[in-house]
């Protein structure tokens, strides 16, 4: 376990938040339009939610490497999925894939609570300290088959699915509000075809399905992670 909360020195703290100005500003050229999305990504330390040997990559714009083989999200991917979510500040979302953390942190910035589920005990804790650190006290995360949404706090106004589903997950659909968007990244042609973001907007009777991105997600895998 590796939280960090604070830089082991006054000169990577610059270099950290240095890091994070151009992030935001490649993010902004990359068409990232809602300020108040960029302004949530400055606000989150991403340092605090990697390990410890990728800190001097908190702010490069790629995936990487987080405990129980799984990723924090590429900074680019999670802006793109905040601004495609459309959030309100009187929201309740969930999230499925807590991972990290770094994207419920996020989420937490701009809506009224975030519902977060992950499939392993391991990351959720250490997301939970995370959360704690930052004293973000509108995130209620639990370990579970997100899969399977959550029913007991349905129905949300939106859904951010952080990993891969093989097809648009209809129990998760069936837990939005209508009028509700839910992104999430589905494989393409069994996978054969690589993966793509897709936004679902529930309407009165059915949804309207729009495609985003290309993208690369760990995949949703059913049921609780057994671990030793
Ligand atoms: N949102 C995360 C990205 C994490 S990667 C972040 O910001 O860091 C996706 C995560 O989804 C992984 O941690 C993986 O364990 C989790 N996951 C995969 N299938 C799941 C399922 N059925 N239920 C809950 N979590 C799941």
Redesign the pocket.
């Known amino acids: 376990m590796d939280v960090e909360g604070t830089t082991e020195s006054a000169e990577t703290a610059e270099e950290l938040e240095a890091g994070k100005i151009r992030l935001v500003m490649a993010m902004r050229r990359q068409g990232i339009r809602d300020a108040r999305v960029l302004s949530a990504i400055e606000r989150v330390p991403r340092e605090t939610?990697v390990t410890g040997a990728f800190i001097d990559q908190a702010y490069d714009d790629h995936a990487l490497p987080?405990e129980?083989g799984?990723?924090?999200?590429q900074p680019y991917v999670?802006a793109y999925m905040t601004e495609k979510l459309e959030v309100g500040e009187r929201m309740k979302v969930l999230?499925?894939?807590?991972?990290?953390?770094?994207?419920a942190a996020v989420l937490a910035q701009l809506c009224r609570r975030i519902y977060t589920?992950?499939?392993?005990r391991t990351?959720l804790l250490d997301a939970v300290k995370r959360f704690e650190i930052l004293g973000l006290h509108n995130v209620t995360a639990q370990v579970?088959?997100?899969?399977k949404g959550w029913p007991e706090q349905a129905p949300f106004d939106r859904i951010i699915v952080?990993?891969a589903a093989p097809e648009i997950p209809l129990e998760l659909a069936n837990q939005l509000k209508v009028g509700g968007i839910m992104v999430v990244p589905v494989d393409v042609d069994g996978g054969q075809g690589g993966q793509k973001l897709v936004r679902v907007t529930r309407e009165e009777d059915g949804a309207n399905v729009e495609d985003l991105l290309p993208v690369r997600?760990?995949?949703?895998?059913?049921g609780v992670?057994r671990e030793s």
């Not at 799984?70 to 999200?73: C, E, F, G, V, W």
């Not at 589920?117 to 392993?120: A, G, N, P």
């Open positions: 939610f987080i129980c799984q990723t924090i999200s999670v999230e499925v894939g807590t991972g990290s953390g770094y994207q589920i992950e499939r392993y990351l579970g088959d997100g899969g952080t990993a997600f760990v995949p949703l895998v059913e992670a």
